[in-house]
DNA sequence: CAGGGATTGAGAACCGTTATCACTATCGGC
DNA sequence: GCCGATAGTGATAACGGTTCTCAATCCCTG
């Protein structure tokens, strides 16, 4: 419903890259919004439920957030800054389609993320 | 280098599925072979590194393993048995290159994983 | 304004993973 | 064979992210 939960969309709302939890946290203290770290967890496990914001796990296993578009799509990440565009993959839909029945197995789903470095970030 | 790495290799190369290392950590202890905790994950640390393990993680975070072939590959796997099928996506590795070359990054990689239920699973 | 259900948040608990460190196995040279 | 160096092992402690607990608080409704 409201109010810290309203916070931490608008938090979301202004950031083009996936952020963790406690980044969020660390963020909103910072910035002097009183907010606790279990709200924060309970909000955005909330949020991907609804597909109102995307889950991304990290190498590590990090859970990271970012708010997008309701409709299918993947997500082009910069690996060093984290900018992040969304991005249609109709013929990678069809090729998992494919796959899948050419195997005998139903009901398929997938996961696509491409990694980059964007044009902003040097090779370091 | 050798013994309980090759244990661990052993129990993989049985193994179709993707298995965590607290899996295989019961599994021996209960097969009778003595190994540590911290040896199996040591392990398996170094054959992902070497690439002779692919890696993936679970949506709750944890870490899977499994014996896989070398060359570049993804994997169709059965979201209740686990059962794990490698396959090519060439036209898959093309997209995702013109896609980042499209919005400028550069030195572009991939992560991609079909899931659905095989043949001998039930709806449930 | 009172009652009640939902929400919050500090802290504890959890769980997978990694670090620590003493012990052991292995191997090359003598 | 025997020694010493070196790498590997494993029980346990530490870590880090996430979830749970529960008392305090908010907010809606009557």
């Known amino acids: 419903m409201t109010r810290q939960r309203d916070v931490i969309l608008q938090a979301l709302a202004d950031e083009e890259a996936f952020r963790s939890a406690q980044e969020l946290y660390a963020d909103l203290r910072t910035a002097g919004t009183p907010i606790g770290l279990a709200t924060i967890y309970r909000a955005l496990q909330t949020l991907a439920d609804t597909g ?3 889950v991304l796990r990290t190498e590590s296993g990090e859970a990271l957030y970012r708010r997008c578009g309701t409709r299918h799509h993947h997500h082009l990440i910069c690996r060093s800054c984290g900018k992040t565009v969304e991005v249609a993959a109709d013929a990678v839909e ?11 197995f139903r009901d398929p789903a997938h996961t696509v993320e491409v990694f980059g470095l964007c044009r902003d970030c040097p090779d370091a």
């Open 52 to 54: 109102d914001v995307d």
């Open 94 to 104: 069809q090729w998992a389609h494919a796959v899948a029945k050419r195997h005998g």
